[in-house]
Each structure stands twice: as C-alpha cells, then as structure tokens.
T-cell receptor, first 111, second 109 residues
Framework: KNQVEQSPQSLIILEGKNCTLQCNYTVSPFSNLRWYKQDTGRGPVSLTIMTFSENTKSNGRYTATLDADTKQSSLHITASQLSDSASYICVTSGGSYIPTFGRGTSLIVHP | SQTIHQWPATLVQPVGSPLSLECTVEGTSNPNLYWYRQAAGRGLQLLFYSIGIDQISSEVPQNLSASRPQDRQFILSSKKLLLSDSGFYLC????????FGNGTRLTVT
C-alpha cells in the first residue's frame, strides 16, 4: 500500500532559526515528490518537485533533498521567518492517477 | 500559464439544502481533475477525480457527487447537505503534478 509518513507532526521554532522536516514514503512505482506549503485557509502551493534522479532542489530559503534508495525526503528551511508558519505537505506521485499525501507538518515560527 | 479558479471562497448553507461548487482550469487541456476535502487541522481527503469529460471516480462514499461537463470544468454537488459536510474543499488539476485552487470554506448550519 502506498504511504507517506511525515515527521514531526508539529514544530515550534524561533524566528531566524533553521529547521528540517522529514518525509518517508513507500510509493511504488515512484515518479516524483513534491513539497507543498499550505497557509491557513488557503490551497497548498508547490515549493519543490524532485524526480527519481534528483538529490537536491532549492527554492529560496527552502531546500529539499531526496534519497531514492532509502525513500526519504527532507525539507530544510533556513533563517525562518514568521511567514513560514504553515502546514508543509509531502506528496508523491507514481503510476496511478492518485497522488499520495502525507498528513503534513504544522510549523509555527515565534518572534 | 495555467490557472485554476474555484468559487465561492466561503459558503454557509443550512442542513438539507443543495450544494454546487465549481472549479475551472485555464491554459491546459485534458488535465486530471480532483476534489479534496480537509477537516480543520487534518490532512487532505480525496473525494473524486476525473481523467476526462464525464469520467468520474469516487474514492469515498459520500453525500456528494461530482460532474465534469466540460474538459476544464469540475463541479461538486449535493442534493441535501449534512452537518458532516462542513469543511474546506479544494479543487486541483494535474498533468505532471498537482496544482490547487484557493479552496471553498463550507459551513453547514
């Protein structure tokens, strides 16, 4: 069964600090993995997308890594800002029409 | 560029009333279309998806139905709303990866 597990479930950090969110997946076959940011009351917005052959992808202060051998991905946020407070969702796509979602990590950045 | 429009943004409806949420996509052809629901503080639950006009797959037995009368139009409906239908509804389109609308906050009173 395709599954995506994210950790931690929630995280509180101080503004300016770095943090790393984790995503483990068991999706097969694997096509790509996306990290989304979802602000409260809004639709998720894509941060990064990685295919099987990509190890690292950056988008400003967001850096995603992918290890296709261990089926793990991480999202690293550098120098966090208050606006980074949101839910971060890991989504994998494979051979079916239905992407597999993680439950998300809720990040709160305090001043 | 591709865009997705979803409306209304918020909706308050009494129990037993009908529902119609609409989603349209611009700038692409023959996308896969999806309706998700998200309860407060929870993950996204897939309700329906469509790979073509009039082709609808239901993932969860619901008080809801979906239709795709045109290639880039996806409609979520209900004949009689229940309190449990309250939630945040998201439409999405996909060619290679998912792109979401801004969602509709539905409150059934």
């Amino acid at each position: 069964k395709n599954q995506v597990e994210q950790s931690p479930q929630s995280l509180i950090i101080l503004e300016g600090k770095n943090c790393t969110l984790q995503c483990n997946y068991t999706v097969s076959p694997f096509s790509n993995l996306r990290w989304y940011k979802q602000d409260t009351g809004r639709g998720p917005v894509s941060l990064t997308i990685m295919t099987f052959s990509e190890n690292t992808k950056s988008n400003g202060r967001y850096t995603a890594t992918l290890d296709a051998d261990t089926k793990q991905s991480s999202l690293h946020i550098t120098a966090s800002q208050l606006s980074d407070s949101a839910s971060y969702i890991c989504v994998t796509s494979g051979g079916s029409y239905i992407p597999t979602f993680g439950r998300g990590t809720s990040l709160i950045v305090h001043p | 560029s591709q865009t997705i429009h979803q409306w209304p943004a918020t909706l308050v409806q009494p129990v037993g009333s009908p529902l119609s949420l609409e989603c349209t996509v611009e700038g692409t052809s023959n996308p896969n279309l999806y309706w998700y629901r998200q309860a407060a503080g929870r993950g996204l639950q897939l309700l329906f998806y469509s790979i073509g006009i009039d082709q609808i797959s239901s993932e969860v037995p619901q008080n809801l139905s979906a239709s795709r009368p045109q290639d880039r139009q996806f409609i979520l409906s209900s004949k009689k709303l229940l309190l449990s239908d309250s939630g945040f509804y998201l439409c999405a389109w996909r060619i290679a990866s998912l792109h979401f609308g801004n969602g509709t906050r539905l409150t059934v009173t």
